[in-house]
Structures are given as structure tokens and as C-alpha cells.
T-cell receptor
């Protein structure tokens, strides 16, 4: 069935360093790949997304890359700050023809000051 | 305007009780999603509404779970005869929708259900 695998499950970095989280998906029909940040006691919040017709997208300190052939996509956070500490989820969906969004298991990011 | 709101924020139910969880989506949003999030896991899709039509309920784990959105705005997720394995955070999300490329989903804060 549809599956999204995410790693690492926990990531600890020093403030100012970069953080990279990687995901793979199983359904080749997936065409929309959002990334969410979830803080304790809150719902997930979209931080960046990418569609299948684009290989890379950047928004300030955050970038996402997509390799459709390998069914991989990654989140890159540069110049990490303590407020980046949270759980990050990748997800995949097919958009038209199916609205089910499949989430990864999450990465808990710790940014040490 | 306001974001997605959910009530109650916390619910404790004894095993066997019925519960009803409410979601108020962003005004005007056509699409509404329900997810179940177990502790330490990612959200798992339960069901999707486009206006009042439930277009996908493939994620509902059993016939004890029922969702409705009768007027295309507020939605209720009902769980009958709750079991301990139903303990989780139930998230609601809405998006502009309705068709075409997937739209950004705005999530509510969730309802934490504990079944004792």
C-alpha cells in the first residue's frame, strides 16, 4: 500500500548548523509533497511544499528537493535556530484523483543553543 | 479570520462510551479532512469531505467511526463504543479545495481522546 518513510527519527544539531531530513514514498502517482512542523500541543503547520513538476524549491532558510525517479524528497534547514526545534513531518498525496495524504512518522529536531 | 478550531480539546471516555468530536473549518473552505495521530506518530488519514459530500472514508478503522458534515461547514467525528486503542489525537484540517492540485491544509489543534 501507500507508504512514506522518513529518517532520521531524531536529529540534534548545534545552533547555526544545517539539518537535513529525508523521505521516500512508494506511490509513483504522488504529485504533491508538503512538509509540516508540529509543536507540542498544536496541529501541524505547513512550512513548505513542492509539486512533482519542480525539482527544488527554497524559502529563506528552508529548501526542499524532489527526485521523482528515485521517489525521494528532502528538507534542508540552514542556519538553524532554537525555535526550529519541533517535530517535522513529510507527506505525499496524489492531488487530483485522491485527496488522501500519507504522512511520514516524523523527525524530532533539537537545536542546541 | 480565525483558523480551524476543534472541541473539546481534551476528552476522557470510559471504554464503551460514545464520543463526538467537533471541527469548525476556516470559513469558505470546501475541503475538510480528519486524521488520527497516535503518540509519536504521524497523522493517519481517516476521511475527506468536499462540501457536505464524504468522498473518501477509506481510512476509518472500523464501523464504530462515523463522520458527517451535513451543511458543508462544521463536521463531527463520532466514535461509538470507544476502545482503548482509539486513544489518540484527532486532527481536523481544511483547505480551499475543491479539485485540481492538492491545496494547503490548515490544521486545527486537535482533540486528545483518552479511553480508560
Amino acid at each position: 500500500g501507500e507508504n512514506v518513510e522518513q529518517h532520521p527519527s531524531t536529529l540534534s544539531v548545534q545552533e547555526g548548523d544545517s539539518a537535513v531530513i529525508k523521505c521516500t514514498y512508494s506511490d509513483s502517482a504522488s504529485n504533491y509533497f508538503p512538509w509540516y512542523k508540529q509543536e507540542l500541543g498544536k496541529g501541524p503547520q505547513l512550512i513548505i511544499d513542492i509539486r512533482s513538476n519542480v525539482g527544488e524549491k527554497k524559502d529563506q532558510r528552508i529548501a526542499v528537493t524532489l527526485n521523482k525517479t528515485a521517489k525521494h524528497f528532502s528538507l534542508h534547514i540552514t542556519e538553524t535556530q532554537p525555535e526550529d526545534s519541533a517535530v517535522y513531518f513529510c507527506a505525499a498525496s496524489k492531488g487530483t484523483g485522491g485527496f488522501k495524504t500519507i504522512f511520514g512518522a516524523g523527525t524530532r529536531l533539537f537545536v542546541k543553543a | 479570520g480565525a483558523g480551524v478550531s476543534q472541541s473539546p480539546r481534551y476528552k476522557v471516555a470510559k471504554r464503551g462510551q460514545d464520543v463526538a468530536l467537533r471541527c469548525d473549518p476556516i470559513s469558505g473552505h470546501v475541503s475538510l479532512f480528519w486524521y488520527q495521530q497516535a503518540l509519536g506518530q504521524g497523522p493517519e488519514f481517516l476521511t475527506y469531505f468536499q462540501n457536505e459530500a464524504q468522498l473518501d472514508k477509506s481510512g476509518l478503522p472500523s464501523d464504530r467511526f462515523f463522520a458527517e458534515r451535513p451543511e458543508g461547514s462544521v463536521s463531527t467525528l463520532k466514535i461509538q463504543r470507544t476502545q482503548q486503542e482509539d486513544s489518540a489525537v484527532y486532527l481536523c484540517a481544511s483547505s480551499v479545495g475543491p479539485v485540481g492540485p492538492a491545496y494547503e491544509q490548515y490544521f486545527g489543534p486537535g482533540t486528545r481522546l483518552t479511553v480508560t
